[in-house]
């Protein structure tokens, strides 16, 4: 089984791409992040004429995540227990948002997630983020707690470096997100659950990145941040046989800000 998780950052403006990646890389499993649609907007006919069922959820031109699958798509799961609710808007009352889906593909239990980004120190989407992480802790500790042999990957943008090498200059994160000790206390405290960086010993660093921003030439400088991961519980992280990032795929025109992430699992 083949499986990879990509921030698409535009389904619909990627979709040729992503088709091609499919085919490319002998896809079966591919989870998405930030496709940026609607449920009615997604471009399911592009990947169900390669054979491959689609489980979506977004609800604008924000966030939004999918698994599409080609060996099975059983039990659909939106969002996780207790997965907390946003709103930035005054007198607007909080709703989940589309950051993660889970369904059943090829006997691995398969979660697409978009962690909150946190956005700065001082703002309050960053204790958005470690609620939502912490949330999304005690669910997946819970998953392992009521079957030990579950195999689940716990995919997608973290959006959280932990560790020095994840970025490409610590001292220009020094007052940032993605590299503050609560957040990468929170992404320790899901790998304590019992699940494991799977990528990370086949694909070591430093200066292996999943994510370079568009602006300031980072991606040709090499200027990027490594805050894509596949977690996955021990019966999972047992079958791993490779591990890849495809750092092709950040080239060329219409290029999303993102690599794919590749794993490669024993059956």
Same mark, same amino acid.
């Given at each position: ?6 921030n ?7 979709a ?13 499993v ?41 060996i ?5 799961? *939106? ?8 709103s ?39 204790q ?8 999304l ?6 998953w ?16 959280i ?17 993605h590299?503050?000790?609560?957040e ?5 405290a ?7 960086? *799977?990528? +990370?010993?086949?694909?070591?660093g430093?200066? *292996?990145f ?10 040709? +400088?090499r ?5 894509d991961?596949?977690?996955?519980s021990?019966?999972?992280?047992g ?14 025109k ?6 794919p992430?590749? *794993?490669?699992?024993?059956d």
């Amino acid at each position: 089984m083949r499986l990879a998780t990509w921030n698409v950052n535009s389904i619909r403006t990627r979709a040729d791409r992503v088709a091609a990646f499919l085919e490319r890389h002998d896809v079966d499993v591919l989870a998405l992040q930030e496709t940026k649609c609607r449920d009615d907007q997604f471009p399911e006919m592009v990947f169900s004429a390669l054979g491959y069922e689609v489980a979506h959820v977004g609800h604008s031109q924000w966030n939004g995540v999918a698994v599409l699958s080609r060996i099975g798509l059983d039990d659909v799961e *939106v969002g996780f227990p207790g997965m907390p609710s946003w709103s930035s808007k005054d007198g607007v009352d909080p709703a989940p948002e589309a950051r993660a889906i889970a369904a059943t593909c090829g006997g691995v239990r398969v979660w697409s997630l978009y962690v909150p980004n946190g956005r700065t120190l001082a703002d309050p989407h960053l204790q958005y983020k470690l609620e939502w992480l912490e949330a999304l802790r005690v669910a997946a500790g819970g998953w392992l707690a009521a079957d030990p042999q579950a195999p689940i990957a716990l995919v997608g943008d973290w959006n959280i470096a932990p560790q020095d090498d994840d970025v490409w200059d610590m001292s220009v994160f020094t007052h940032s997100t993605h590299v503050s000790p609560p957040e990468r206390a929170a992404f320790q405290a899901v790998v304590d659950a019992g699940y494991a960086d *799977v990528v +990370r010993p086949l694909a070591p660093g430093p200066g *292996v990145f999943t994510y370079w921003d568009y602006t300031q030439l980072r991606f040709p +400088r090499r200027e990027g941040m490594r805050i894509d991961f596949v977690l996955g519980s021990p019966a999972l992280t047992g079958r791993v046989t490779g591990a890849l990032i495809d750092r092709e795929e950040r080239k060329g025109k219409g290029a999303s800000d993102h690599a794919p992430v590749i *794993v490669d699992l024993e059956d």
